[in-house]
């Protein structure tokens, strides 16, 4: 398969608590990008990665949220004493270089906070 | 504030007939447009996209028309069918890399 992944598929957290999604690029990629999906909503972009550094992190909703790509490869993207309102489905996607490129998605991780 | 907007939530169109989804966005700083198809459970699959020095792409029986004077985009499926049925979103990035999406259009192919 080599396709995004992403992990969990499922993530179910209580308020306050600290979170962490993975996200594995196709292998090659240069370009990551989170985004987050809620209910009946479009892909919000959060950030942008090219190569090990964060490009454009101007979606993150606020420093609750950071994500890094320390290798270039792999990315986590972290969520600081979770909110019910963080409860959402959240998409990596990855491209072979950036800028007006196709984003290869991954199926997403479904965070729940209770 | 959504700069983004199909104003569709669903369409059901028969076999063989031609779908017809549209979109609409507000920065007219846009240059590049995509649309991607989403079965449940899965990502966004990339279908077609667009630059704005073009006002039609087509891709098999997939065709977009891009009207910048009305900021307006449609993607057509002729002839449609029943495993075209999904949930179809429209985006917009003036940077080709942030993007701003619609909301989906869920379409159903009635066989």
Not at chain 1, 69 to 85: A, D, H, M, N, Y
């Amino acid at each position: 398969g080599a396709g995004v992944s992403q992990t969990p598929s499922n993530k179910v957290t209580e308020k306050g608590k600290y979170v962490e999604l993975r996200c594995d690029p196709i292998s090659g990629h240069t370009a990551l990008y989170w985004y987050r999906q809620s209910l009946g909503q479009g892909p919000e972009f959060l950030i942008y990665f090219q190569g090990t550094g964060a490009a454009d992190d101007s979606g993150l909703p606020n420093d609750r949220f950071f994500a890094v790509r320390p290798e270039g490869s792999v990315s986590t993207l972290k969520i600081q004493r979770t909110e019910r309102g963080d409860s959402a489905v959240y998409l990596c996607a990855s491209s072979l270089t950036p800028n007006y490129n196709e984003q290869f998605f991954g199926p997403g991780t479904r965070l729940t906070v209770l | 504030d959504q700069q983004v907007k199909q104003n569709s939530p669903s369409l059901s169109v028969q076999e063989g007939r031609i779908s017809i989804l549209n979109c609409d966005y507000t920065n007219s700083m846009f240059d590049y447009f995509l649309w991607y198809k989403k079965y449940p459970a899965e990502g966004p699959t990339f279908l077609i996209s667009i630059s704005s020095i073009k006002d039609k792409n087509e891709d098999g029986r997939f065709t977009v028309f891009l009207n910048k004077s009305a900021k307006h985009l449609s993607l057509h499926i002729v002839p449609s069918q029943p495993g075209d049925s999904a949930v179809y979103f429209c985006a917009a990035s003036e940077t080709g890399n942030q993007f701003y999406f619609g909301t989906g259009t869920s379409l159903t192919v009635i066989p």
